[in-house]
């Protein structure tokens, strides 16, 4: 599911959309349990984090569709740019992980 013109034209996909932008700002409110253990610069990118959820829920339900798709973009890059600074094989294991979602979810949008 994408924030794509298309998509939005379905009122099916509109809906899936809009309850996985709910969702997202939802448990932006874990972030602070997520990231308590981490590094002070850390809550810099759980702020961020947590506004362009909110910023991407907001867009979206007043019809701005392409800045939604923007905060969301946004907000990818923090997740990446916290995991990234991830001691060890876990920022190689996020990479992976988030690469193989993309391409699944690829596959089934072109039925392949």
């Given at each position: 599911m994408s924030l794509q013109e298309e998509d939005i034209e379905q009122p099916d996909a509109r809906e899936q959309i809009a309850e996985a932008?709910?969702?997202?700002?939802?448990n932006t409110e874990l972030l602070d349990v997520h990231g308590r253990n981490q590094r002070p610069h850390f809550n810099f990118l759980?702020?961020?984090?947590?506004?362009?959820a909110y910023e991407a829920e907001n867009q979206f339900f007043n019809g701005q569709y392409e800045e939604a798709q923007f905060s969301l973009q946004e907000l990818t890059e923090s997740c990446?740019?916290?995991?990234?600074r991830l001691p060890g094989n876990r920022q190689n294991?996020?990479?992976k992980q988030f690469s193989n979602t993309l391409l699944?979810?690829?596959s089934l949008k072109s039925g392949s």
């Open positions: 932008i709910r969702s997202l700002t939802e759980q702020q961020s984090l947590v506004r362009n990446f740019s916290c995991h990234m294991d996020f990479g699944s979810q690829s």
